[in-house]
């Protein structure tokens, strides 16, 4: 056999063996820090050895997180390794976690600060923040700079100091035109503070299904949703948020209005204007979906705003998404309608509009919640009275928000339902468009990737958000020059590895070695 493959490389010329990098051993980040230093310096872990030790103020959150990370921190630990451990330099003994205040009330709103700095030296590496939330970041951070290979877990010697670029860092999930299971959302809120985010945006009714369990208006569910096991109970929905909060994450209820409302409809008909309708029982599509509530009736205003109330009692989050994009105005183009719009001396469908989203917001004003609305609301009513634009079309349109002093909100560039639009696109779209004036940089609040579930369910959501999403959570936390698509890449590929390795499903965009 020597004697052909010397004639295969007398012939051919000298065999090289294929250079395969492996992405499963860690030890980069994502999504990049403020400020990193590092160096060669390389310290050895053990996990039977090492510490973690909490020596400023604490909470169960804190307490919990700590919990999670001994094992995310060293994965694939199994004591039958043990004799088969390798050290390499200096042992790293304990991590000291440092927070300044917290206590066990707290709740991640908006503007929380999420900063901390970290020093990786031996024989004690150091955490510190000014909240739990900077810890739970930090602690993340730490568990992605441990390197794992051959039985080994090493560290570099480091020094970070970090802190998110945006306060609004979010992914949108549509439960509406599929429902998820309760398990996936906690599987996609694990994801997210793995990836640095921190507002999941619930949009969790729609036209299709109301799938949420109002204990005041019990029929919305009853007959709005699905089937009767697709409804999230309010127990469901205090554990997703507790859930979510232990990991640095607020919950964002959309309830849009006054379109996208037919299943409001199905079990008070009284709330919507009949227009369009299935072809089959298996047709659930958009234009069947979209039928518009009707502006003109005194008892839908009296509906909302007690089902606001309720609503406004189960989220802690200091926000409420309202929805009001795609009205469709021909469906208010009837006898009845036009005959109020007379009398009332309102002389379009978009003042109609306006005048019922002012109504909406004057009555929910009591609940102490800031209002965000897709950018129809912006472009359609006048004057905007709510607390932020969430723009989906284009750059322009938020550029004219915030040059009017509102503050904005990005999902453009990010849906996840364009499958053609790959990570990479995602990762060069800057929330603030270029030439933005310092002045009104800061109503730039962050940016949202969205979910949208026609296509979705259970069986591939997860595939579909990341790694795309992770793209949209560097650009959103990392500062403004981390832009390289090489590094990136290369990054990219090491933390979808360890995406994997803790359990989620994130799908591949290029020929490569894989994680497994």
């Given at each position: 056999?020597?004697?052909?493959?010397?004639?295969?490389?007398?012939?051919?010329?000298?065999?090289?063996?294929?250079?395969?990098?492996?992405?499963?051993?860690?030890?980069?980040?994502?999504?990049?820090?403020?400020?990193?230093?590092?160096?060669?310096?390389?310290?050895?872990?053990?996990?039977?050895?090492?510490?973690?030790?909490?020596?400023?103020?604490?909470?169960?959150?804190?307490?919990?997180?700590?919990?999670?990370?001994?094992?995310?921190?060293?994965?694939?630990?199994?004591?039958?390794?043990?004799?088969?451990?390798?050290?390499?330099?200096?042992?790293?003994?304990?991590?000291?976690?440092?927070?300044?205040?917290?206590?066990?009330?707290?709740?991640?709103?908006?503007?929380?600060?999420?900063?901390?700095?970290?020093?990786?030296?031996?024989?004690?590496?150091?955490?510190?923040?000014?909240?739990?939330?900077?810890?739970?970041?930090?602690?993340?951070?730490?568990?992605?700079?441990?390197?794992?290979?051959?039985?080994?877990?090493?560290?570099?010697?480091?020094?970070?100091?970090?802190?998110?670029?945006?306060?609004?860092?979010?992914?949108?999930?549509?439960?509406?035109?599929?429902?998820?299971?309760?398990?996936?959302?906690?599987?996609?809120?694990?994801?997210?503070?793995?990836n640095k985010l921190n507002t999941l945006h619930w949009h969790m009714v729609d036209g299709q299904?109301?799938?949420?369990?109002?204990?005041?208006?019990?029929?919305?569910?009853?007959?709005?949703?699905?089937?009767?096991?697709?409804?999230?109970?309010?127990?469901?929905?205090?554990?997703?948020?507790?859930?979510?909060?232990?990991?640095?994450?607020?919950?964002?209820?959309?309830?849009?209005?006054?379109?996208?409302?037919?299943?409001?409809?199905?079990?008070?008909?009284?709330?919507?204007?009949?227009?369009?309708?299935?072809?089959?029982?298996?047709?659930?599509?958009?234009?069947?979906?979209?039928?518009?509530?009707?502006?003109?009736?005194?008892?839908?205003?009296?509906?909302?705003?007690?089902?606001?109330?309720?609503?406004?009692?189960?989220?802690?989050?200091?926000?409420?998404?309202?929805?009001?994009?795609?009205?469709?105005?021909?469906?208010?183009?009837?006898?009845?309608?036009?005959?109020?719009?007379?009398?009332?001396?309102?002389?379009?469908?978009?003042?109609?509009?306006?005048?019922?989203?002012?109504?909406?917001?004057?009555?929910?004003?009591?609940?102490?919640?800031?209002?965000?609305?897709?950018?129809?609301?912006?472009?359609?009513?006048?004057?905007?009275?709510?607390?932020?634009?969430?723009?989906?079309?284009?750059?322009?349109?938020?550029?004219?928000?915030?040059?009017?002093?509102?503050?904005?909100?990005?999902?453009?560039?990010?849906?996840?339902?364009?499958?053609?639009?790959?990570?990479?696109?995602?990762y060069s779209q800057d929330p603030v468009p270029s030439g933005t004036p310092p002045s009104q940089?800061?109503?730039?609040?962050?940016?949202?990737?969205?979910?949208?579930?026609?296509?979705?369910?259970?069986?591939?959501?997860?595939?579909?958000?990341?790694?795309?999403?992770?793209?949209?959570?560097?650009?959103?936390?990392?500062?403004?020059?981390?832009?390289?698509?090489?590094?990136?890449?290369?990054?990219?590929?090491?933390?979808?590895?360890?995406?994997?390795?803790?359990?989620?499903?994130?799908?591949?965009?290029?020929?490569?070695?894989?994680?497994?």
């Amino acid at each position: 056999m020597w004697v052909a493959t010397l004639f295969f490389v007398a012939a051919f010329g000298q065999v090289h063996r294929l250079t395969v990098p492996d992405y499963r051993i860690g030890g980069s980040l994502w999504p990049y820090p403020e400020s990193l230093k590092t160096t060669e310096q390389e310290y050895s872990l053990d996990p039977t050895k090492f510490s973690w030790n909490v020596t400023g103020e604490s909470n169960q959150i804190l307490t919990r997180a700590v919990q999670r990370y001994k094992k995310l921190a060293f994965p694939n630990w199994k004591e039958t390794i043990l004799n088969a451990l390798e050290f390499h330099g200096p042992l790293i003994l304990s991590l000291t976690i440092d927070v300044a205040k917290c206590d066990d009330g707290d709740q991640i709103q908006f503007g929380a600060d999420e900063s901390y700095t970290l020093a990786i030296s031996a024989p004690t590496s150091i955490l510190k923040s000014n909240t739990v939330w900077g810890a739970l970041r930090g602690l993340e951070t730490f568990s992605q700079l441990v390197r794992t290979k051959l039985g080994a877990y090493t560290i570099r010697k480091t020094s970070i100091q970090d802190g998110p670029r945006f306060g609004w860092r979010g992914l949108l999930i549509d439960t509406s035109r599929h429902w998820l299971p309760v398990t996936s959302i906690l599987e996609t809120i694990d994801a997210m503070s793995y990836n640095k985010l921190n507002t999941l945006h619930w949009h969790m009714v729609d036209g299709q299904s109301f799938p949420f369990e109002s204990k005041v208006f019990p029929l919305l569910s009853e007959h709005g949703s699905y089937r009767a096991d697709q409804v999230y109970k309010q127990s469901d929905i205090r554990a997703i948020i507790s859930y979510a909060n232990e990991r640095g994450v607020r919950v964002l209820p959309e309830f849009d209005m006054p379109a996208h409302a037919t299943s409001w409809g199905l079990g008070y008909p009284f709330m919507i204007v009949p227009c369009g309708s299935q072809s089959n029982a298996d047709d659930f599509n958009d234009s069947w979906g979209d039928q518009p509530m009707d502006p003109t009736n005194p008892q839908v205003y009296e509906f909302i705003e007690e089902f606001i109330a309720e609503v406004s009692s189960l989220f802690p989050d200091h926000w409420l998404h309202l929805g009001g994009d795609e009205v469709p105005y021909n469906c208010w183009n009837t006898s009845s309608i036009n005959a109020y719009m007379k009398e009332h001396n309102i002389d379009s469908y978009q003042k109609l509009e306006t005048d019922f989203i002012i109504e909406i917001n004057k009555r929910i004003r009591k609940f102490g919640k800031h209002t965000s609305y897709w950018q129809e609301v912006f472009q359609n009513t006048s004057p905007f009275i709510g607390g932020a634009v969430d723009v989906w079309k284009d750059s322009a349109t938020l550029a004219s928000v915030i040059s009017k002093g509102f503050k904005a909100v990005q999902s453009f560039g990010w849906y996840l339902d364009h499958l053609d639009d790959g990570w990479e696109k995602f990762y060069s779209q800057d929330p603030v468009p270029s030439g933005t004036p310092p002045s009104q940089q800061a109503l730039v609040l962050g940016g949202e990737t969205s979910m949208w579930g026609e296509f979705v369910d259970a069986s591939n959501v997860h595939q579909r958000i990341w790694m795309r999403a992770a793209a949209v959570a560097e650009r959103l936390w990392s500062p403004a020059a981390i832009t390289n698509i090489t590094d990136a890449s290369h990054r990219l590929l090491i933390h979808r590895c360890r995406m994997i390795n803790r359990g989620i499903a994130s799908a591949p965009w290029a020929p490569g070695p894989g994680c497994l």
